[in-house]
């Protein structure tokens, strides 16, 4: 079985800093791409931010050069770094990946983490 446990939401105020945080644990054989997508209350979920096992990365026009994804193969880990957050980055952040194990090779998620950024 395959966890993904996300950690680092919160409240900011705007023009602060967060980072969060997605580990993934279990009978992991390979990870490929991990990722971020973000969601708002009756809105779709939305593409944040991408990376490749090689650390390839893509972004969402809305956070180039504010946002940084990372990876940390050997801990099975993908973070998110935000900076000069303002109220639109205010939604649940949910991180996938894909992830091959013995049985089957598909797209795991987290089950979400809070960000607020509210004066």
């Known amino acids: 079985q395959v966890q993904l446990v996300e950690s680092g939401g919160g409240l900011v105020q705007p023009g602060g800093s967060l980072r969060v945080s997605c580990a993934a644990s279990?009978?992991?054989?390979?990870?490929?791409?991990m990722g971020w997508y973000r969601q708002t209350p009756g809105n779709q979920r939305e593409l944040v931010a991408t990376?490749?096992?090689?650390?390839?990365?893509n972004y969402a026009d809305s956070v180039k050069g504010r946002f940084t994804i990372s990876r940390d193969n050997a801990k099975n880990t993908v973070y998110l770094q935000m900076n000069s957050l303002n109220a639109e980055d205010t939604a649940v952040y949910y991180c996938y990946a894909n992830i091959r194990t013995e049985r089957v090779f598909t797209r795991y998620w987290g089950q979400g983490t809070q960000v607020t950024v509210s004066s």
């Open positions: 279990g009978s992991i054989l390979r990870i490929t791409d």
């Open positions: 990376i490749t096992s090689g650390g390839n990365t």
